[in-house]
């Protein structure tokens, strides 16, 4: 005779605390959402809607041609083309130099160790603006001025600090036995590395190339200083389009940054089940 085991529910009761911080964490939330929403709405409405008097959030008339047209007004395609290949090329650049780095770092206790690491960490306080003059020069002098190179290269060095000491972190939480057991098997240094450690270390790759690529795509300084052509501007630079010496196109203008965030989010979510198989691939001995 079966018997019917009933399973008590747990019934959620609301207190001052739990109230006060839903309400706080909605309150966050719609601050942070807002201007995305703003962006949006302003991206669909026409011209003239715009510098009407009130001004109305919702558009009266839906424009979803902006979003046709806008690729005719300016060369989207070569900015978004140009975003992608100078991200991509700076975030592998860092990736490339910052874990050898961030190995020998973690895995050898050298005198001015944390020093070291304190240094590399200071330079992430310099801002672009404060080198733009020196960075203009060195371009200049190696013959790189309006090239994607030059992109990639003050891209991937503003970055390398940062990866570096995040990766050092990581690498420094893999214990040194499971190496060496993998080098007693017969695997190299550089085999260890790469089939113990950065599996396990896999968030910590994943934060570096998160960073480093929308650290580089939304990058404007240096972009607006070293690049000249329109045809090879990234996106950053190239919304600026729309802003004329008398008038604003608010519509286009928005309607591209809408689009130029479409990567970043489709990055994020394509690179996310790899963030959460690696904490797990971290969590087990």
Known sequence: ??????????????????????ISAYMVGIFFIYPYINMLLTSLKPHGELYANPTKRLPKSWQFDNYIDVWSKAPIADFLTASIVVSICATLLVLIVSVPAAYYVARNRFKGRSAFLLLVLATQMFSPTALIIGIFREVKFFGLLDTWPALIVVNAGFNLAFAVWLLSGFFASVPVEIEEAAMVDGCT??????RIVLPVTLPG??????????????????????????ARQPIST???????????AWEYLFTTTAIAIIPVVILFISIEKYLVGGLTAGSVK
């Open 238 to 248: 190239g919304i600026t389009t729309f802003v004329g010496q008398y008038d604003v």
């Open 1 to 22: 005779m079966s018997r019917k085991i009933k399973k008590d529910k747990v019934k959620f009761v609301w207190t001052p605390k739990k109230a006060a911080t839903a």
């Open 189 to 194: 240094r550089f085999q260890a590395l790469r």
């Open 205 to 230: 790759l994943v934060t570096a190339v998160i960073f480093t690529f929308v650290a580089t795509w939304n990058e404007f300084t240096v972009a607006l200083t070293v690049m000249s052509s329109p």
